[in-house]
């Protein structure tokens, strides 16, 4: 869903800065994703056989993969997004990922899995993102993928636990959140676990 409005332009304003403290933290800490690891709560570890949704870093975003080695070793599977379309909102269907499976490149220009891979539900989503506040508020890029599936999650079962990752840097007061925009239950830095007061 494209943002309109006050909101709208408040976070346009907003991702300009973000962009640049996010960059500025990705080329000052290149072994940040390798540090996500030591704050995943134990509490939030998925049973052996859940799947775990994740992506691949595009630019300067945090990298998850070495958080998704140790979610792998604790008995974690993994998917990874591709989008697709319902009604007139555009969303992600997560598809199992093992590794090793080839991706291609989307429309978007996007890595994603093939069509042909199974869909899957995840009980955990890692979440991309340009800032991001302690009440769970995410800012993204303008588009709304993220906030579309994570609603059609919400209304198809049980709800996935948002997981936000992020530099420390990338965190800010408040972000203006508008109706359709879907609050992360949590944010992990390489500083510490954040649990997101809703």
């Not at 709560?41 to 056989?49: E, K, V, Y």
């Not at 995840?122 to 579309?148: I, M, W």
Request: hydrophobic residues 40%; glycine residues 10%; negative net charge.
């Amino acid at each position: 869903m494209a943002e309109k409005g006050a909101v709208a332009e408040a976070k346009s304003a907003l991702r300009r800065g973000l962009r640049d403290a996010r960059a500025l933290d990705h080329a000052t800490q290149p072994d940040a994703g390798n540090l996500l690891g030591m704050h995943f709560p134990d509490w939030l570890r998925p049973a052996s056989g859940d799947f775990v949704a994740s992506y691949r870093p595009i630019g300067t975003e945090i990298d998850p993969r070495p958080l998704e080695a140790v979610l792998r070793a604790r008995g974690a599977l993994l998917a990874l997004p591709r989008i697709a379309s319902i009604t007139d909102r555009l969303h992600l269907d997560f598809h199992e990922w093992h590794g090793d499976d080839a991706l291609i490149t989307g429309p978007l220009g996007i890595t994603e899995p093939r069509e042909s891979t199974p869909l899957v539900r995840p009980v955990l989503v890692l979440t991309p993102l340009l800032g991001f506040d302690r009440k769970g508020g995410r800012l993204g890029y303008g588009k709304g993928y993220y906030d579309a599936t994570l609603r059609v999650l919400k209304e198809s079962g049980p709800p996935p636990f948002a997981l936000g990752l992020a530099f420390a840097g990338q965190e800010v007061t408040e972000i203006p959140v508008d109706s359709h925009d879907q609050r992360l239950d949590g944010v992990l830095t390489p500083a510490e676990y954040i649990a997101c007061a809703q």
